[in-house]
């Protein structure tokens, strides 16, 4: 089984054959990224509290 590396450039050419192929539309698409950003957000959030805690 071959690895790829993920990274934006691999994850945008996925999503743009997704909408050409309309395997995905972009109002899912856009639910999506959402979704990610938030989930980022609060990831971001947690580490910024957490290396709080460990400083103290």
Known sequence: MEIKKIDSNYIEHLLN???NED???ENILSNLLEVE?????NYKKYEKELTIDLDT
């Not at 950003?37 to 957000?41: A, M, P, S, T, Y």
Request: glycine fraction near 0%; avoid cysteine; hydrophobic fraction near 45%.
């Open 17 to 19: 054959k997704l909408i």
């Open 23 to 25: 395997s995905i539309n």
């Open 37 to 41: 950003v938030e989930k980022l957000k």
